[in-house]
């Protein structure tokens, strides 16, 4: 890998977890409770979408974890909630989706004219990575698995 390249993705990276940053400082009101209700996919029908720097992000917080792969999904829950616990395996780099799910414990889905400059921030991102725009969140975490590996 060049040396400019690097350089490069972590500022790409970096401008993600701006964007988290920036959406949780916002006075909206939210409160996660960690119910994980909205990370069953197959129950509630709705799987986050993520952008190639949100993918990324993603896969290196599973990383960290000392997971290489992608666990499968159980259940048809999300593939990054302990099989134990339940809990997610990366809440605080979790995809912007998660953190404007529809969770009504958690005060209801955001409108998207309320985060939209945060969305195109994250799509110019995806852009200049090459992404080719978001994809749910089991396809995008895997490929960037699979290239940051």
Same mark, same amino acid.
């Given at each position: 890998?060049?040396?400019?390249?690097?350089?490069?993705?972590?500022?790409?990276?970096?401008?993600?977890?701006?964007?988290?940053?920036?959406?949780?400082?916002?006075?909206?009101?939210?409160? !996660?409770?960690?119910?994980?209700? !909205?990370?069953?996919?197959?129950?509630?029908?709705?799987?986050?979408?993520?952008?190639?720097?949100?993918?990324?992000?993603?896969?290196?917080?599973?990383?960290?974890?000392?997971?290489?792969?992608? #666990?499968?999904?159980?259940?048809?829950?999300?593939?990054?909630?302990? #099989?134990?616990?339940?809990?997610?395996?990366?809440?605080?780099?979790?995809?912007?989706?998660?953190?404007?799910?529809?969770?009504?414990?958690?005060?209801? #889905?955001?409108?998207?004219?309320?985060?939209?400059?945060?969305?195109?921030?994250?799509?110019?991102?995806?852009?200049?990575?090459?992404?080719?725009?978001?994809?749910?969140? #089991?396809?995008?975490?895997?490929?960037?698995?699979?290239?940051?590996?």
């Amino acid at each position: 890998m060049k040396a400019g390249v690097g350089r490069e993705r972590s500022e790409q990276l970096a401008e993600v977890r701006r964007v988290y940053a920036e959406l949780a400082a916002r006075p909206v009101e939210r409160g !996660c409770l960690r119910l994980t209700e !909205c990370c069953q996919f197959k129950r509630t029908g709705l799987t986050p979408y993520l952008t190639k720097g949100e993918a990324l992000v993603a896969a290196q917080a599973l990383r960290a974890t000392g997971r290489k792969k992608l #666990p499968n999904e159980i259940n048809g829950a999300c593939p990054l909630l302990h #099989p134990d616990s339940s809990r997610c395996l990366i809440y605080a780099d979790r995809p912007f989706g998660c953190r404007t799910h529809f969770c009504a414990a958690a005060g209801g #889905p955001l409108a998207r004219r309320e985060v939209l400059d945060l969305i195109r921030r994250l799509e110019a991102v995806d852009a200049e990575l090459g992404g080719d725009g978001a994809r749910k969140l #089991p396809v995008a975490l895997a490929a960037a698995l699979a290239e940051i590996a």
